[in-house]
């Protein structure tokens, strides 16, 4: 079946420190988004992409849909605390209703 | 405000039991599906519907059956509950418009033993 590669698969930064994480696929799609969940909660969708190329910004967050529609980037400036949890890329089959997510990236911050 | 409700939060059940997890959405969205997340696999998607009285199958649907008599419930029964089933349920919800974001309830954790 079809699969999102996430990397990297866990990091440890530091308080103040930027983040980067990107999603990558064999296949093309053309609407990328990006979820982060927290500890014993269900994801929340941070960012969506619906252009090949387009960067898009939430905050500290800023997502890039990659000019091959085979990857995405996602970007946090000067982390905090509350950035701690999981980061998820997913994806839209194209002419379906369905959804693949990857298997995420797990960002841990130190004070 | 209640969005994507999810009962029970936790559940433990023996190996062929049998069990409805229920999900419910306020928001009058066309599109529900059912999620389980294991560790290290992220999401998979084990049914969905477009609408009332109509489903489909996931990446995952093998041990699990839907139903969608109504826009807001979307329930998901386990008719014979096995071990490999023990995973984190998430259930989730859009507007039936393409690009609409799913939002997600905060899970049913379900332990077979």
């Known amino acids: 079946g079809q699969q999102l590669n996430q990397s990297p698969q866990s990091m440890f930064i530091q308080e103040g420190e930027d983040v980067s994480m990107n999603c990558t696929s064999s296949?093309?799609?053309?609407?990328w988004l990006w979820y982060k969940q927290d500890p014993g909660e269900g994801p929340v969708l941070l960012i969506a992409?619906?252009?090949?190329?387009e960067l898009t910004s939430n905050g500290r967050l800023t997502a890039q849909f990659g000019t091959t529609r085979k990857d995405s980037f996602l970007n946090i400036s000067a982390s905090i605390p509350s950035d701690v949890g999981i980061y998820f890329c997913a994806v839209r089959l194209s002419g379906t209703y369905k959804y693949i997510f990857g298997t995420g990236t797990r960002l841990k911050v130190l004070a | 405000n209640a969005g994507v409700t999810q009962t029970p939060k936790f559940q433990v059940l023996k190996t062929g039991q049998s069990m409805t997890l229920q999900c419910a959405q306020d928001m009058n969205h066309e599109y529900m599906s059912w999620y389980r997340q294991d560790p290290g696999m992220g999401l998979r998607l084990i049914h969905y519907?477009?609408?009332?009285?109509?489903?489909d199958q996931g990446e995952v649907p093998n041990g699990y059956n839907v139903s969608r008599s109504t826009t807001e419930d979307f329930p998901l029964r386990l008719l014979s509950a096995a071990p490999s089933q023990t995973s984190v349920y998430f259930c989730a919800s859009r507007k039936g418009r393409v690009n609409q974001p799913q939002h997600f309830g905060d899970g049913t954790r379900l332990s077979i033993l």
């Open positions: 519907s477009v609408g009332a009285g109509i489903t």
């Open positions: 296949s093309i799609f053309n609407t």
């Open positions: 992409l619906y252009k090949a190329g």
